[in-house]
């Protein structure tokens, strides 16, 4: 079992900058490919980055140039930098991880970003 915490959200302005954090306990950090999803208010849950030991990272075309995925293997913590903020990237952002062993994901809480003047 995979116990996952985000943190980093908040309120901030458009232009801001914002830093999540996902601290990841109960595995083998390294076998984990770590993800980010965002759901705002209505909508479905999308993806936007994902990260595995080593490998490159990928993106969602609407956050590419902006948004930074990262990964402290030393730490057990994922990151996702957030740049150049806009209004609609505001949402509810969760952190995912996929045990690339037994393929099994798991979801944390949340974290709450909201992008306004």
């Known amino acids: 079992q995979v116990q996952l915490v985000e943190s980093g959200g908040g309120l901030v302005q458009p232009g801001g900058s914002l830093r999540l954090s996902c601290a990841a306990s109960?595995?083998?950090?390294?076998?984990?490919?770590m993800l980010w999803y965002r759901q705002a208010p209505g909508k479905q849950r999308d993806f936007v980055a994902s990260m595995s030991a080593g490998a490159v990272p990928n993106y969602a075309d609407s956050v590419k140039g902006r948004f930074t995925i990262s990964r402290d293997n030393t730490k057990n913590t994922a990151y996702l930098q957030m740049n150049s903020l806009k209004p609609e990237d505001t949402a509810v952002y969760y952190c995912?991880?996929?045990?690339?062993?037994?393929?099994?994901?798991?979801w944390g809480q949340g974290t709450q970003v909201t992008v306004s003047s």
């Open positions: 995912k991880a996929i045990n690339t062993l037994i393929g099994a994901p798991y």
């Open positions: 109960g595995s083998i950090f390294s076998r984990l490919v």
